[in-house]
């Protein structure tokens, strides 16, 4: 089974940066497609970002297009989140999510088209 923990958040002003990981304790992790999710209090989960096991796709939520950027490093089993230009709105728990869905329509958007979850990293922007 896939573990996943996630690291790097913390508190940065608006308009700053941050890069949050995900690590996965398998070898095998270049064979999952691999996605961010979010979780403000009293909110629903929220998608962020999505990756293609290669690499060579991916996906953003109209909310973090042209600020986030989803990367993966499968030598290490590690993805990342860039955040940049940081925004009060983007505090959140961001939870990273690994899975085998099939890349086609916004299915990748959606929870259940992941299997394994991380616990989550705090990410607060302040104003």
């Known amino acids: 089974q896939v573990q996943l923990v996630e690291s790097g958040g913390g508190l940065v002003q608006a308009g700053g940066s941050l890069r949050v990981s995900c690590a996965a304790s398998?070898?095998?992790?270049?064979?999952?497609?691999m996605g961010w999710f979010r979780q403000a209090p009293g909110k629903e989960h929220e998608f962020v970002a999505a990756?293609?096991?290669?690499?060579?796709?991916?996906y953003y939520a109209d909310s973090v297009k042209g600020r986030f950027t989803i990367s993966r490093d499968n030598a290490k089993n590690t993805m990342y989140l860039q955040m940049n230009s940081l925004k009060p709105e983007d505090t959140a728990v961001y939870v990273c999510?690994?899975?085998?869905?099939?890349?086609?329509?916004?299915?990748?958007?959606?929870?259940?088209?992941?299997?394994?979850w991380g616990q989550g990293t705090q990410v607060t922007v302040s104003s």
């Open positions: 398998e070898g095998t992790f270049s064979s999952y497609s």
């Open positions: 999510a690994a899975g085998t869905p099939a890349w086609v329509g916004r299915y990748i958007t959606t929870r259940r088209a992941y299997t394994y």
């Open positions: 990756i293609r096991w290669s690499g060579g796709d991916t």
